[in-house]
């Protein structure tokens, strides 16, 4: 069975797998070192950028932050945005043919990418990764024929995502990379044994990391290297999967413990697959900042959603009657994701801490 996790406005998925690991040591890396909590400021930047409402789904540390427009009267589907303080919000518009945008990584120098979709003759719905630089218009980097996604790009200007091979597949994934010099590159590794995988996230230094899974359907947490070398990441129990890296060489992810508990987990090549057993099982895993800020979200009931975030070795949760979601977050712990008190439409939102991480 497929494990994939993926925390969305109004959706949460969630999937179990099977396979054994091995269980990690007692609790180190990130949890170590505890500060004092530090309270946050919630804005709600829909009017300050003046795009209207939707959800902010990631930040760089140069402050550009990117996500989606929810889809205004008379227009066909939702619009990517890109905005940065002191300047005007920009909504980014899909690739000609298509009829929806949404952008889901940045970088420090503005490029924005995330996905165009739209409707074939079939009436299949495909998607597009695409790229956004300050200035230009919507640039196709994908496979011509394939339904792919983008999940992140660095200052270097490497995407990486996955995509579906034969078209539609969902059981059947690759992780690609893609720069301007080399195109789109399947990244799949053969002869690993892994009969699907997938790419989430990449590192100042063009690490890659997402998860893959073999003929058994045991589905790991891996790690791919700008030399070509790939790492299995383990688990800690029956399945895992990579969210995020950082310019550390920190990963931060989730895995199932064999007692079928879901628990957040950091990784480093000194200490492998270690517990995070104070950040709330039940949230699954959406960012990690360059000072090793973790985030999550979940729902946590009929109409309630849930939001952490876990700072050397402190945690601040967070809690709505309605919607909350946390996507992204910078080097200094400024999150941003989207808002929603019950029966309100999401707004894109900003977390400011009243201080600093250093």
């Not at 995070?276 to 090793?292: Q, V």
Request: hydrophobic share 40%; charged share 15%; glycine share 16%.
């Amino acid at each position: 069975m497929r494990l994939r996790m993926k925390l969305v406005p109004g959706v949460l998925l969630l999937a179990a797998g099977c396979g054994e690991g091995t269980p990690d040591p007692t609790s180190t890396g990130l949890e170590t070192d505890v500060v004092a909590a530090a309270t946050y400021r919630r804005e709600d930047l829909s009017p300050i950028i003046g795009l209207g409402s939707g959800a902010a789904l990631a930040i760089s540390d140069s402050g550009y932050i990117v996500g989606y427009l929810n889809s205004k009267p008379g227009q066909i589907g939702n619009r990517g945005f890109r905005w940065r303080a002191g300047q005007p919000g920009e909504e980014l518009a899909p690739l000609p043919g298509t009829t929806s945008s949404t952008t889901v990584a940045v970088n420090n120098l503005g490029w924005a990418v995330g996905s165009s979709s739209g409707f074939d003759s079939t009436a299949h719905e495909y998607t597009r990764p695409t790229l956004w630089v300050p200035g230009q218009g919507p640039v196709d980097i994908g496979l011509p024929g394939e339904d792919a996604h983008v999940t992140g790009i660095n200052d270097s200007g490497v995407v990486v995502g996955w995509y579906t091979a034969p078209p539609g597949n969902s059981l059947d994934t690759r992780p690609f990379r893609w720069t301007a010099a080399d195109g789109f590159v399947d990244i799949h590794p053969v002869g690993s044994g892994l009969v699907y995988s997938m790419a989430n996230a990449v590192a100042p230094d063009g690490t890659i990391v997402g998860a893959g899974g073999d003929s058994g359907s045991f589905h790991h947490a891996f790690l791919w290297r700008p030399d070509g070398s790939t790492q299995d990441l383990g688990t800690l129990g029956t399945g895992s999967e990579a969210i995020a890296i950082n310019a550390s060489g920190v990963v931060a992810g989730w895995s199932f413990e064999l007692n079928g508990m879901q628990r957040a987990f950091s990784w480093t090549p000194a200490t492998g697959m270690i517990r995070l057993t104070r950040f709330p099982s039940n949230l699954l895993i959406t960012g990690l900042s360059n000072r090793s800020r973790v985030i999550g979200g979940a729902k946590i009931g009929v109409a309630t959603w849930g939001a952490a975030t876990l700072y050397r070795g402190t945690v601040n949760n967070f809690a709505s009657n309605g919607f909350i979601g946390f996507y992204g977050v910078d080097a200094c712990g400024v999150i941003v994701g989207g808002f929603a008190s019950a029966n309100r439409v999401t707004r894109i939102t900003r977390w400011v801490p009243s201080r600093c991480d250093s």
